[in-house]
Every structure is written in C-alpha cells, then in structure tokens.
C-alpha cells in the first residue's frame, strides 16, 4: 500500500505553486496524493482526511494566517475523530513562528527554502512510524 | 564535437547563438522610432525625459482608520498616488463577520465591507487630485462602486476620478485565486466596468490585466506576456461583441502587469516585443483608428519568485537588475520587491531600500536620458524578434485550446502553468538554472531571524462593531431595494450592472450581500485540480 497523502491550503490565500510542486514530487517518489487545492474549509480538510484514510495531512499557507489555520484544521481533525493522522505544514513562516506551530498541532514544519528531499524524508519517517 | 555541444538557452527556451550581427537585425522601416508605431521602442518619442516611470510601492494596513494614516502621510511627504492593499475576505467576497474568514480579516490589508469604511479610508484625502490604485479582482466592480460613491459623498464629480482596478479574473482561475463567480458572467461584469469606466469614470483605469501572477506560479516570460495578452483579447472581445462601443472608445482605460525576474535581455525583450504586438493585435483584430489605443501601457514588480531566502542580501542586488531590465524595456510604472520577501512580511527599513533602488536607477545612472537605448543593438533586437515569434505561437496554441476561458475551465492553462513551475525546480536542484548561494556558493549563513506579523485583535474588533453598526443604522427596505434591483439586473444580459452597484453601495449594502446575491444567479467557480 503506498502512503497516502492529503495536501490542501486552507483560509483564502491562493499562492499554490509551492502546494503543487510538493504535491508532484511527493507523486513522483511513489506517495498517492489527494490534491483539494485552494480555499479549502479547515472542517472539509479534516472530513476528507479521515474519509480517504490518509496517513499524513499536509497544509501550505502563504498569507501569514498559519498559526490560526494550523489550530483550526488540527482542532477539526481531532473533532472528526482523525487526531491519529500527522499534520505538516509548509509555507512563508518565520523561524519563530514554529514553536507556535507545532503547539498548534503540526508535527513537522517545513518553512520556505525548505529543500523538496528533505520534506520527502520526513514524510517517509513520519509515516513510518505511524504505520 | 556538435553532440558534445550544448544549446544556449534563453530562460524562456529561445535558443541564442554565440553572437549577433547586422544581418539579425530587421529591416530599417520595421524598427521605427520611438513613439512610432507599433511602438517596438517605446510608447514616447523622449522616452522617460518627458516623464520618469511612476515608482508605485504597495502597503496596506488593517483597518481603514490605520491606512487612512498612512496615506495622509503618503501625500503629505509629496506623494500623488494611494496603492491599496485589501484583505483576502474583501477580495473573495466575505464581510469581516463570516466565520470562516476570521483569521484572515486585516491580515494582507485593509477590510472594506461597506460604504462607510471607504469612507473612512478616503476621509480628508482629495479625491480628484489623487490617483488611487486597486490590488482587487473579484470583488473590483463593487470597490469601484465605493470609490464613485465615496467621492459623491465628498462632492467631487466621478468623472474627475484617477485610478486603476486590477479587475482581472481571468488570471485569478488560474494563479491568484480570488475568483467568486464562473468565467462568463465574471467576464460579463467586468465588460459592464469597462463600458461603465468609459462613459461616466474616464480617468479611470477599468482593468490592469496581470500577467505577473502567471508569472509567479511558474510560466516562463514569453508564457506570461503570451497568456496575458490572451486575456487582454478576451477581455476586449467580450466589449466589443456588445456592439455598443468601438476599441478606440475603451483601449485606452486598458493598461497591463507584468513580472520582471532574472534572464536580464529576455526581459527587455519581453517588454519591447509585447509593446508591438499589443499594438499590431489592436489595430488589426479591433481596426483602431487612434494610435493612442495602440498603445501597450505596462506597470511591472521587480522581485518575486526570482527571490531566494539563502543568503537573503543577494535578493538587493537582483532587484536592482531587474529594476534595470524594466527601464531599458520601458515600462510606465514599477514595484521593486524588498529583499526580504522570501520570508516575511517586509519592514519599513527594507521597503525603503527597495524604493531608493529605484530612485538611484532613476536619477543617478543616467539610463532614463535617452529613448529605448538598446534599440539597434543586434542582439535585442532579434531577441525582441524571437520573443514575439514565440509569444504568437502561445497565444495560437492556446486558440486552438478553444481560448481563455475554455483552457481555465478545462485546466489546460494550469496544467502548462504547473509543468514549467516543475521544470524549473528541476533545474535549481540540477543547478541547470545556477542561483547564487541556492545551488552555487551556498554557505551556511542562517536564514535572518524575523519576527512573525501579528494581527491586532482590537482593529478586527472594531471593524467587526463597525459592521454591526452600519447594519443596525442602514435602511433595510432601501437595502432589499437595491439588492433586488441588482438580482433582477444580474439574469439579464443586457444591463449594465455597475449603476446598480453604486446604488447598493449608496444603500450601504455589504461587499457580501451584493456577491450571494449575484452568486445566487451566476453560481460559483469550482477550480480544476491539477498538479
């Protein structure tokens, strides 16, 4: 069974290049990725990942809105029961903003410059160890 | 060895021979002189002597009362143009109060929802000496409805209004995202803004079609320049097939927006080459009669997607070539990002520095004395020559794609937008695309620590009671008036609906009220996810 991967961009923001290229590259290193695209509701994010089962959600947020968004969607997910399933987030975030991720729910945060194999690895650990 | 031997390449993928000489150059009645059409040269015989380029720099602030501040300021320091940044719920069509939209509301500027907060933003600011700018899309035809009902309440005439709406959705689908209704009758409205600009706002700029965001998620130059004045042609086409207006009655309320990044001749060429075709399709596709609708009338930004976060202080020195770029291409108006945009927020000191890049370009260097300075030379010239070939052969790739809204509902602009994003991080993994202190002469030096923006709780507060007060103090039957007036309006193909919106606006109707109710007769887009 390849990992099953949820990338999605939460709040209003509609900068999606950096969302669709780790979406392919996670593709191309043998992941099966549910692509929602932009302006997704932090409620249908968690809907659908529990629903497609997936084995890590990944959110990319440019506007500056991460913390909130990160807390909304961690707090729906855990609502719909898939507090299980590791949340990542990527983005424009300043180095000091990651404390504050990670109390907001995300396990791994992956800022801007952010190598594309490093974010391979640390999905492939993620979700190794979950499974 | 020719197998051993690689083609150069433009960023573009034009192929570039080791060098130029007089027999790339075209023939001497097809490179007329500046301020001649199809102005290849420039739209202006003196070039910048007559007038610089506008240096436009672009902030916004929380609420209106803060961005009301800043621009008095602005204007009190010799300032002639206002650049307004909105939030994302006012460019998506949200008032403060919806409840999905909380964390965002003030964050990338400032959150209009009704009448009375453009008032507020425009309180003791002359409207009819000022030119004020729109960064907004979606929502553009309600904002200018404010703005013509905002000056009405200061008593000056709509007809003396300055300004730009960016107005462009087509865009929007594809790269930026703000989109509300479906293509067609998203199209439909903005040809009701360009007819609406025309007759009673002719100062006014009724659209900047923006080809930098295509720019931004991944085209290459001649894919960005191709594309947008694809949407420039959709657009006039949609005015056109009306058949209430001739080109030269709108063209010139038409300007355009570009992206410049590195590929530093590319980019002059770009420019050069998108000012004679604009030219050639106007006066041949629409039969303009006034050269002056011929004119391709460009702003652009230095910066974006060509910054890096490694070693952030080279993001100065690439801004300043960029800036340069621009210039010797010609272009009427320019951003110069901060070099700190990569990862953050930009602070005053940066975006300062930003600006006297340009003031330095403008007034010490010397490039502005002279028109087109690189006109003849070999090498641009058929550079320009290949930028056009390949910006035709885009543009009838994408005719054969059954045009602009058809390659957006059916993803197929995505998709070519998304392969070249990849293909480029391919290169800058390669280090095919060389980046300095990215994929060559990396150090270890840590990205600058920066603190993160924080939203001031008591602006969202006070917009959010000032919402609550509007509704509570507004005439609800002249509210259900208007928004009906405009929901009748809105099935019906023939009606302008921009006088419409400036009674809702007058009415004191929400930027969310007049949205559901045209969402209720057009519906909503839904993106094709493609990656």
């Known amino acids: ?131 | 060895m020719a197998e051993d031997q690689r083609v150069v390449t433009s960023e573009s993928g034009i192929p570039l021979k080791p060098s130029y000489g007089p027999e790339d150059l075209p023939a001497a009645a097809d490179l007329p002189a500046p301020g001649v059409f199809p102005f290849t040269r420039g739209n202006f015989p003196t070039g910048y002597q007559g007038r610089l380029w506008t240096f436009r720099q672009y902030s916004g602030f929380g609420t209106a009362e803060e961005s009301n501040e800043r621009y008095r300021y602005l204007l009190a320091q010799g300032g002639t143009g206002l650049s307004v940044a909105l939030d994302l719920p006012t460019q998506c069509g949200y008032d403060s109060d919806h409840p999905d939209v909380e964390e965002e509301v003030g964050r990338v500027g400032v959150a209009i929802d009704t009448l009375a907060d453009a008032e507020i933003l425009f309180d003791q600011i002359p409207l009819d000496q000022v030119s004020t700018s729109f960064t907004i899309n979606g929502t553009a035809a309600i904002l200018l409805a404010f703005y013509v009902a905002a000056g009405e309440k200061q008593g000056v005439d709509r007809a003396k209004l300055r300004g730009t709406i960016q107005n462009d959705i087509l865009k929007e689908y594809v790269s930026r995202g703000t989109w509300i209704w479906p293509p067609r009758p998203s199209l439909r409205l903005i040809a009701d803004t360009i007819e609406f600009c025309a007759t009673d706002v002719p100062k006014f700029n009724a659209i900047s079609v923006a080809g930098a965001h295509f720019r931004d998620a991944g085209a290459n130059a001649a894919q960005e320049m191709a594309f947008t004045l694809m949407d420039g042609v959709t657009y006039c086409d949609e005015v056109i097939s009306r058949g209430r207006m001739t080109i030269d009655q709108f063209a010139p309320q038409v300007s355009f927006f570009f992206y410049t990044h590195g590929d530093f001749f590319e980019e002059i060429a770009k420019y050069r080459a998108g000012r004679r075709r604009w030219a050639r399709i106007v006066k041949e596709r629409y039969g303009a009669k006034d050269e002056k609708s011929c004119m391709f009338r460009v702003g652009c930004v230095a910066g974006g997607a060509s910054l890096y976060a490694p070693q952030a202080h080279n993001n100065i020195v690439r801004v300043a070539y960029e800036a340069l770029a621009s210039v010797l291409g010609g272009v009427q108006s320019m951003f110069t990002a901060a070099w700190d945009e990569p990862f953050a927020l930009p602070t005053e000191e940066s975006t300062t520095l930003a600006l006297r890049t340009q003031q330095v370009l403008a007034y010490e260097t010397g490039v502005a004395k002279v028109a087109d300075p690189l006109g003849g030379s070999y090498y641009v010239e058929a550079l320009t020559d290949a930028m056009e070939a390949k910006v035709i052969e885009i543009m009838a790739d994408l005719e054969r794609h059954g045009g602009m809204v058809e390659a957006v509902e059916k993803g197929y602009l995505h998709s070519l937008i998304a392969d070249e994003a990849f293909r480029i991080a391919q290169a800058l993994d390669s280090g095919d695309r060389p980046v300095v202190g990215l994929n060559m002469f990396a150090s270890d030096e840590p990205v600058p620590e920066v603190e993160g923006f924080e939203l001031d709780e008591k602006g969202r507060l006070r917009q959010l009671e000032r919402l609550a007060d509007v509704k509570r103090t507004r005439s609800a039957a002249e509210v259900t008036a208007t928004l009906t007036a405009l929901e009748t309006a809105a099935g019906k193909d023939d009606v302008n609906l921009m006088p419409l919106l400036v009674d809702c606006a007058k009415a004191y109707c929400t930027v969310g009220e007049m949205v559901e109710v045209l969402k209720s007769q057009w519906g909503e887009f839904s993106q094709p996810v493609v990656f």
């Not at chain 1, 440019?62 to 707090?75: E, M, P, Q």
């Not at chain 1, 898939?82 to 800022?111: H, R």
């Open chain 1, 1 to 131: 069974m390849p990992t099953r991967v949820l990338v999605a961009k939460p709040g209003l923001d509609g900068h999606d290049r950096g969302a669709k290229l780790v979406a392919r590259v996670l593709r191309d290193a043998g992941f099966e990725v549910v692509y929602l695209g932009i302006r997704q509701r932090p409620v249908e994010i968690a809907a659908i990942a529990v629903q497609e089962d997936v084995d890590v959600v990944g959110l990319s947020i440019l506007s500056g809105a991460h913390v909130a968004l990160t807390r909304k969607t961690h707090d729906a997910m855990v609502a719909a029961g898939g507090d299980d399933i590791p949340l990542v987030v990527g983005g424009t975030i300043p180095q000091s903003d990651v404390p504050k991720l990670k109390d907001a729910g995300a396990v791994e945060v992956y800022p801007t410059g952010t190598p594309l194999e490093s974010i391979i690895e640390s999905m492939n650990a993620l979700t190794s160890i979950v499974k």
